[in-house]
């Protein structure tokens, strides 16, 4: 039988993968008919599901239409009125995700008072965290395999640019902050501010693939004062 779009767009799983497998995800009962008003929260579950396989395998290609229809316990054609194909789950997956990054950014802004200086660490520092909890969502996050070739699926530019542009007007308004308060010399606070995101996912990443490295207690610090133009504390 031929496969619909939706179907051919799904990224492969490694090897058996979860759906060929008898050690794979156990399928949950037949889900019950949603009332008439509640197709949000099957959306809901369906990414809900797709967020387990990911955290459970710490890979996306687990994440195929049939592995989160069996997980949510619903016929994998159910899917489409929500998701055209499998690109488009994952783009929700990521979207709440950066999401949830930004509110802990927030959160730990706020938390840090007054001080611009303090307020960008704060920052920087909830930004390490994340990536050092959710290591595979962060990975995925950020370039992962989930990403297909623009024309291949449902995906825009717009919705894969838009990714990650809240905590960037974030760290280039916390930047700003500093130039203002006489606390960093930046001239470009929006180029810089891409330097020192940049400083920061280079740090995540090293640290989740080499995590044997004798890093320096303070390197964090570093990067952040070197690529924030932080002027010395007074």
């Not at 929500?82 to 802990?104: K, S, T, W, Y």
Request: with cysteine.
């Amino acid at each position: 039988m031929k496969k619909t779009p939706a179907e051919e767009s799904a990224v492969p799983s490694a090897g058996p993968g979860p759906d060929a497998s008898p050690a794979g995800p156990a399928a949950k009962p037949a889900r019950a008919r949603n009332r008439r008003g509640e197709g949000g929260r099957l959306r809901e579950d369906i990414v809900a599901a797709a967020v387990e396989l990911l955290d459970e395998s710490g890979d996306e290609r687990a994440i195929t239409l049939r592995s989160v229809a069996r997980r949510v316990g619903i016929a994998a054609p159910s899917i489409y009125p929500h998701f055209p194909d499998q690109p488009a789950i994952m783009l929700a997956v990521v979207q709440g995700e950066f999401a949830d990054l930004h509110r802990n950014l927030l959160a730990a802004v706020e938390a840090a008072g007054d001080d611009p200086r303090e307020r960008l660490y704060a920052a920087c520092d909830a930004y390490l965290d994340f990536a050092r909890l959710h290591p595979g969502r962060y990975r995925t996050m950020f370039g992962g395999l989930w990403q297909p070739t623009l024309g291949d699926s449902s995906l825009t530019h717009d919705d894969l640019a838009s990714l990650g542009s809240d905590t960037m007007r974030l760290l280039v308004g916390l930047f700003g902050d500093c130039v203002a308060a006489g606390q960093a010399t930046s001239t470009d606070v929006s180029s810089d501010a891409v330097a020192l995101w940049l400083g920061l996912h280079g740090l995540a990443h090293q640290r989740a693939v080499s995590q044997a490295f004798p890093w320096p207690d303070d390197i964090a610090d570093r990067i952040i004062t070197t690529l924030a133009h932080l002027t010395p504390r007074t």
